[in-house]
């Protein structure tokens, strides 16, 4: 099974380039058409159906992946942070396919295809070993719960590619009055939002290729006066110590940047012997963010967000309202069934409890509450265009943070999922 498994993960590689190549052709249908010495309109037909055609054939190779994975590891791979985000990366690729051939808007694969490229990457950041299943994941509610809460966030996903189109074709980044003003900056701010993800893998990828590590021990006192126990545990650090863990001791440490220790430790309120360094991943990932805006800033010699508007010329934004509003609309019951419905059954069999206020589950819920508001107020109170938009991308937003911030961040019952 070995052998199958590798071929798997080769699979996952030419599924991630081919995408890579699909960006790359959707670009040129969209950008290359205002140098096209013939009918633009056609060029960019033709441009993107061959842009089409290498993404279904990523997509293909994106199946043969999940399905010799599956049988290599002998049960559905969803069960750590690298298999669900291929497989999450995998369903917005179908959610894209569906929306495609329903509407035949090439400008949305621009945007589209770079969210799936993101979380392929995403993915690559974990742990890949197949990791036998523990008691409470063999259940088959696991695939039903898993599988439907990822397809209903990849169509989550879609609304929110075609809401930030519509706020880039329509927000007027000419404007100096207040409102205009206000609106450009939170263009900016959902693409540093994006910027900083981009960062973390690329820092994480960065200095793993460099096989950079520091370890430390920390030292913890539990337990009631009288009966304390004293538990030494050790801390690897994959990312150059800005931040050491509290009350630690150093066993081995590379300096970088002159740095021969951390500039300072983690506060003793945050709890968890991972606390110092998951806090240092987020440091490292808002330096890395800010270089890698602050580059493209000066490569563009604008906002970001008035450097992309050109591309939407000639888009009716009514057509991105409606993509938006559609593809949530489809993603909603999906993402009710298997996020909430099917997840306090599988809780129920696993853990004894249909709830239990783990932080993956309230932000679970959390995100269902925004898109029922979402859906609620567009259909009975008309928020259409900007308000629709800005509330899709808010949602996706949120998505990402149950998916990225609550795994990596806050400890749970979720938190097995090869998360180190």
């Known amino acids: 099974m070995n052998g199958l498994l590798s071929f798997s993960s080769n699979m996952f590689v030419v599924a991630f380039f081919l995408y890579c190549a699909s960006f790359i052709l959707f670009a040129v249908a969209l950008m290359g ?9 056609a060029h960019s037909k033709k441009w993107g159906k061959i842009a089409f055609a290498a993404s279904s054939l990523g997509l293909i190779f994106h ?11 002998k049960h559905i791979p969803v069960s750590n942070m690298y298999e669900f985000m291929s497989f999450l990366s995998m369903m917005v690729m179908v959610a894209f396919t569906v929306v495609y051939l329903i509407y035949r808007k090439t400008l949305l694969g621009l945007f589209a295809v770079p969210i799936t490229i993101i979380i392929m990457a995403y993915a690559a950041v974990f742990p890949q070993e197949v990791q036998p299943l523990i008691p409470s994941l063999q259940s088959y509610w696991l695939k039903i719960h898993v599988t439907l809460a990822a397809a209903g966030e990849s169509f989550f996903a879609i609304g929110f590619a075609a809401g930030f189109m519509y706020l880039i074709r329509t927000v007027d980044f000419k404007g100096t009055e207040k409102k205009a003003k ?21 820092t994480v990828f960065i200095f793993r290729s460099a096989g950079y590590e520091s370890v430390f021990t920390q030292t913890k006192v539990t337990g009631q006066p009288g009966a304390e126990q004293t538990v030494t545990q050790t801390v690897s650090y994959k990312l150059p110590p800005i931040v050491g863990p509290y009350q630690s001791k150093v066993v081995s440490y590379e300096p970088f940047l002159g740095m021969s220790k951390p500039l300072f430790n983690a506060p003793s309120w945050m709890n968890g012997v991972n606390a110092g360094r998951k806090f240092n991943t987020i440091i490292w990932t808002f330096i890395t963010g800010i270089i890698l805006y602050a580059v493209l800033r000066l490569i563009a010699r604008k906002p970001l967000g008035r450097a992309a508007s050109p591309l939407m010329e000639g888009i009716d934004p009514d057509d991105l309202d409606e993509i938006s509003y559609r593809a949530i609309a489809i993603g909603f019951p999906i993402f009710t069934l298997g996020a909430l419905i099917f997840a306090m059954i599988w809780a129920e069999i696993a853990w004894g409890t249909f709830w239990s206020w783990d932080p993956k589950e309230v932000w679970a819920l959390i995100c269902w509450l925004f898109y029922s508001a979402y859906l609620h107020l567009r259909l009975s109170r008309g928020w259409q265009g900007g308000k629709s938009a800005w509330l899709s991308v808010i949602g996706f937003l949120v998505v990402m943070f149950t998916l990225v911030g609550v795994n990596l961040v806050i400890a749970g019952l979720h938190s097995y999922a090869g998360v180190d």
């Open 33 to 41: 058409r205002r140098w096209s010495n013939r009918d633009p309109v």
């Open 63 to 73: 199946l043969i992946f999940f399905v010799t994975r599956w049988i290599g590891g």
């Open 182 to 202: 206000r609106q450009q900056r939170w263009v900016e701010v959902v693409f540093f939002s994006v910027i900083l993800v981009i960062s973390f893998i690329a």
